[in-house]
């Protein structure tokens, strides 16, 4: 008569301590030949190193998706603030400002309020 049994470890998302996956290793056991020992330390270690290795690969992955995101916010705030400083007068600028921040911000209109401290 055989058997088996499984040996499960899951993987976590480093960040968010998301399970991504599990790994499991079955073993066979034929009880009929007296080898029914099931998992010994030395499959529990291998299973944890694998998971590791996934857990690192996992962990590179995310950090590449967080460092092309910041690429692209870096290379959009570029943009608006050299649109924003390439106006030449102070109406361009107002009008530059809240056309292209407010579409930067995710916002419909953004108001600009002058003060005059002279009257």
Do not use: W
């Amino acid at each position: 008569m055989n058997s088996s049994t499984l040996l499960a470890k899951p993987i976590y998302d480093p960040y968010n301590q998301d399970i991504v996956l599990a790994i499991q290793m079955e073993k066979e056991i034929n009880k009929e030949k007296g080898n029914g020992i099931g998992f010994n330390i030395k499959d529990n270690l291998l299973l944890n190193i694998i998971s590791k290795i996934f857990s690192f690969k996992i962990a590179e992955f995310s950090k590449n998706e967080d460092i092309a995101e910041l690429k692209r916010r870096k290379e959009k705030f570029t943009s608006v603030i050299s649109k924003i400083l390439s106006e030449r007068t102070e109406e361009g600028i107002l009008r530059s400002i809240t056309i292209c921040l407010s579409k930067y911000s995710g916002f419909d209109h953004i108001g600009i309020l002058l003060y005059d401290v002279e009257s």
